[in-house]
């Protein structure tokens, strides 16, 4: 839900070419790269160890996470709660 | 926009300063109160506690003066006319978040009731001196307002001139009082409520998306938006920009100081205030302050009937000091004779102005009570040798 | 699903023109930050089921239940890593001097019963320099909600110690080892009578997040605690690792315990910490004795006085 009234910048990462959409069961996670700070904590607290490390770096540098196991995703919501930069979320699928 | 009817208590009374003040307060909107209690300004917080409740207002004792100045700030973002009123040690204990309200361009109202210092001093003797306080107490570069009265009348009607300020210029105003004011009992005449000019919060024009919490007017004033009605806002000690985002800049920093000095110095017309009489021509002019001021009377008296032509230059606004008034009254006359209950402070700006047209005699008194009149009698007479 | 561009579900209640937040990487503050908002969120929901009696019709206070008008959130912080939290949401936001949030909310919220007023700031800045203020509003019981982050020293200056470092733990004030016992915050926030107080760490962030929630809505001086990691300072001068390892030391190490002694619960080094939700009470707060006492109290308008009033009111 886009708040109407928000009169903002573009939100930081936003851009087609940051964010990474990954389908996982019931829906998909993105992950916004270019707010990552490596801190691990989404890998590390994700109960089903879907992700883990990437080869890859954004713009600042940082090692960006990658979804490793997209099967074993439970959109349990972990991931984006611990994340301390708005860096990765869940979206669900409507339910049918 | 004039004072509301319900709260005004029209007539002619016999009330000290203290109360005076607290009902110019009410008369001017004031309905937050927040204060510790320190002699001799105890008798303004009775006062609102007494008052506010009933007026749907706030009184709150607060747990010290550092807190109370934070919940002043509090309560006139929360859009509540908000005052406090203190003495010399809660005055020096107010000076950090007073700092906090000239850099947020917070309105409020500080009243100090001054007594005899340093540290605890005389707590129910008169003092001035907190004059230089007034003006540089805060830390960094900023300017001030600070009226003071001569009684409880003055006490009553610059309470409501310094609300009307803090409104139009966005900051706190001071009321340099003192213990005599505060604690003197003499008649104070409550106009018509709709004889008093109230002037209203300055509210933004534009809609909450486009509102600015530091984009200036032309008076160099912004205006003031609502908190909970989605503006938004945004207010930070730190350095800031229009949005009241911080930026630790240099010039992100001139900029906003010069804004926040430059909104005081280019208005002054606006502030400053004084009492002049028979000053062309004079071959001295008295140059006072608060109860000081009520002590010269006598000695302008006396010294009128020896024959010496003695002008009075009375300051009502004391910050930003009136230098165009002293500077062209330096010209007219050959000394000054400055009596205030202090060291020798407001003098030192007197002879700054008067920049050697004049000679500047200070007649100090430590503290603890008024002057003997007859001391400033014979600085008058020995100005004139 | 299509591969579409789309935005964090919170991105629209923060600044994103203050964006990227000045947070450490492993800083546990953006995950506060995102449980705060998060809480604040929910407790915007209508259909959240609270305990608390409906507010009496006439009174403007926020209604203690889910239901908070966004647009009437206020948060105010003091000076410190956690206290630009107040810069990065998209409420109004009070940015005050060091220490002196407290008393600053107290005048907006009595200004304006209707806001909801959350402080959020560190521990130094609660306890150290804001500590009278703290115990005064805990007293007052004023309707605020305190969110305290404690980290074990002051970030912001450079890992200087604060009144909840542990003993013997090495910061750059302390570098033999702290000689001071810290504070038990939530024994400090019991004893002068708030009316909830809850300790979580940054990892018990849904514990964190439902706490926050309750004391927003809850009615009265509320106190939620939150344990996180500063792996600049705090974590690296006492060989605690990265934030990362000091979050699941916090999961490895942490009791949740409600009923214990409050006093035996501050933060030792390496020592287990007890978190949990400790006090949920209630008790008449500073508005409402105002209004029993003076029975004319209405926050928003002008109460004409009645003939018997105005004849105290006469000035004699």
């Known amino acids: 839900m886009k708040n109407k009234k928000a009169k903002t910048a573009a939100p930081i990462g936003a851009s087609k070419a940051n964010q990474e959409v990954v389908e996982v069961p019931k829906g998909c996670l993105t992950l916004i790269k270019d707010r990552c700070k490596s801190c691990g904590f989404c890998i590390e607290f994700c109960p089903k160890k879907v992700l883990e490390f990437s080869s890859e770096s954004n713009a600042k540098g940082y090692r960006v996470p990658r979804v490793k196991d997209p099967d074993k995703c439970i959109l349990c919501g972990f991931c984006s709660m611990y994340c301390p930069d708005f860096a990765i979320y869940q979206t669900k699928n409507k339910e049918k | 926009m004039a004072a509301s009817k319900e709260t005004v208590l029209e007539g002619r009374h016999f009330i000290n300063g203290a109360t005076a003040c607290a009902e110019g307060a009410i008369i001017a909107g004031c309905r937050f109160f927040a204060g510790y209690p320190i002699t001799p300004a105890t008798e303004v917080a009775e006062r609102m506690a007494e008052r506010l409740p009933h007026l749907g207002g706030v009184y709150i004792q607060m747990e010290d003066e550092i807190a109370s100045m934070a919940a002043i700030l509090g309560a006139s973002w929360g859009g509540m006319k908000s005052m406090t009123a203190t003495s010399g040690p809660g005055f020096s204990l107010m000076m950090e978040n007073l700092g906090l309200g000239l850099m947020t361009e917070t309105p409020c109202v500080v009243v100090n009731m001054q007594r005899a210092g340093p540290s605890t001093g005389l707590p129910t003797y008169v003092g001035q001196g907190d004059m230089m306080q007034a003006r540089w107490g805060s830390h960094g570069v900023y300017e001030i307002i600070a009226l003071a009265p001569s009684s409880p009348q003055e006490a009553m009607d610059l309470t409501i001139t310094a609300f009307n300020l803090s409104e139009e210029f966005r900051l706190p105003v001071l009321i340099m009082g003192d213990e005599i004011i505060s604690h003197m009992t003499e008649r104070v005449v409550i106009p018509p409520a709709d004889k008093v000019k109230i002037y209203p919060r300055r509210m933004p024009k534009v ?7 530091y ?14 009605e989605g503006y938004h806002i945004q207010t930070t000690g730190l350095t800031h920009n229009e949005k009241g985002y911080p930026v630790m800049t240099s010039e992100a920093h001139q900029k906003l100081i010069k804004r926040l000095v430059d909104k005081i110095i280019l208005n002054k017309n606006k502030t400053i205030r004084v009492e002049e009489e028979n000053t062309a021509g004079a071959d001295v002019v008295i140059c006072s302050y608060g109860s000081s001021a009520r ?59 008067a920049a050697g047209n004049a000679k500047v005699i200070t007649v100090p008194h430590m503290g603890g009570s008024t002057h003997n009149p007859q001391d400033i009698l014979e600085s008058i007479i020995r100005a004139v040798k | 699903m299509e591969n579409k561009i789309s935005q964090h579900p919170l991105d629209e209640f923060i600044r994103q023109d203050r964006m990227p937040h000045i947070w450490c990487p492993g800083c546990g503050l953006g995950t506060v930050f995102s449980g705060l908002l998060n809480a604040i969120i929910k407790s915007s929901a209508s259909d959240v089921a609270l305990c608390d009696e409906p507010r009496p019709v006439g009174r403007e206070t926020s209604p203690a239940g889910g239901g908070i008008d966004l647009n009437k959130v206020a948060i105010v912080s003091g000076i410190g890593c956690t206290g630009r939290i107040a810069g990065y949401v998209r409420f109004d936001g009070f940015h005050t001097t060091h220490g002196r949030a407290i008393p600053f909310a107290t005048g907006l919220k009595l200004a304006r019963p209707d806001l909801k007023v959350i402080v959020v700031s560190g521990e130094g800045d609660l306890f150290s320099i804001g500590g009278n203020h703290f115990i005064h509003a805990g007293r007052r019981n004023v309707d605020l909600t305190v969110v305290c982050v404690n980290n074990s020293n002051y970030g912001m200056t450079g890992g200087q110690c604060s009144a909840t470092t542990p003993v013997r733990a090495v910061t750059t004030t302390t570098p033999f080892g702290n000689f001071e016992a810290p504070f038990s915050l939530p024994h400090i926030a019991a004893a002068v009578g708030a009316v909830y107080v809850a300790r979580w760490t940054a990892f018990h962030a849904q514990k964190m997040q439902a706490s926050i929630a309750r004391a927003i809505q809850k009615k009265g001086f509320s106190f939620v605690e939150i344990m996180s990691p500063c792996p600049t300072y705090y974590a690296r001068m006492n060989k605690l690792g990265t934030g990362l390892d000091m979050m699941k030391f916090y999961k490895d190490n942490t009791v949740i315990a409600n009923e214990v002694k409050l006093e035996d619960i501050s933060i030792t080094r390496g020592g287990k910490i007890v978190i949990g939700d400790f006090i949920d009470k209630d008790r008449p707060t500073f508005n409402d004795l105002v209004e029993e006492m003076t029975c004319k109290f209405t926050p928003a308008g002008h109460a004409k006085p009645s003939g018997e009033d105005k004849q105290k009111l006469e000035l004699h």
């Open chain 2, 207 to 213: 809609r909450p998306d486009d509102y600015l919490p």
């Open chain 2, 215 to 228: 984009q200036p007017d032309k008076d160099l004033v912004p205006a003031m938006a609502p908190v909970g």
């Open chain 2, 295 to 353: 002590i010269a009377e006598w000695a302008i008296k006396e010294a009128r009937a020896k024959g010496i032509k003695v002008g009075k230059l009375r300051l009502i606004t004391v910050w930003p000091f009136p230098e165009e008034k002293v500077r062209a009254a330096a010209k007219k006359t050959k000394a000054f004779v400055v009596p205030e209950i202090n060291n020798g402070q407001i003098a030192l700006e007197v002879e700054r102005c």
